[in-house]
């Protein structure tokens, strides 16, 4: 038998065995999983984009009002 694999949790570090056993891996519980989900909608999370692409695509989108 093989040991389980074990990973942090992303939120708090705490140890999560990853399988069924762990319902919310790679989160070690419901809150911390929801945590996270905040900080996406916060945009405190983003994942980088290529500006190259960001501008070619940018001219699509009507432009921003700032309000």
């Known amino acids: 038998m093989t040991n389980p ?3 942090a949790c992303p939120t708090c570090g705490a140890p999560v ?3 069924p ?3 919310n891996r790679p ?3 419901e809150r911390c ?3 996270d989900l905040g900080a996406w909608a916060a ?3 983003a994942i980088p984009g290529n ?3 960001d501008d070619v695509f940018s001219e699509d989108q ?3 009002s700032m309000h």
Request: hydrophobic share 30%; with cysteine; proline share 17%.
């Open 5 to 7: 694999t074990v990973v």
């Open 17 to 19: 065995e990853w399988g």
């Open 21 to 23: 056993q762990s319902p």
């Open 27 to 29: 989160f070690c519980c």
């Open 33 to 35: 999983k929801l945590i």
């Open 43 to 45: 945009e405190e999370h």
């Open 51 to 53: 500006p190259l692409e």
């Open 62 to 64: 009507p432009p921003r």
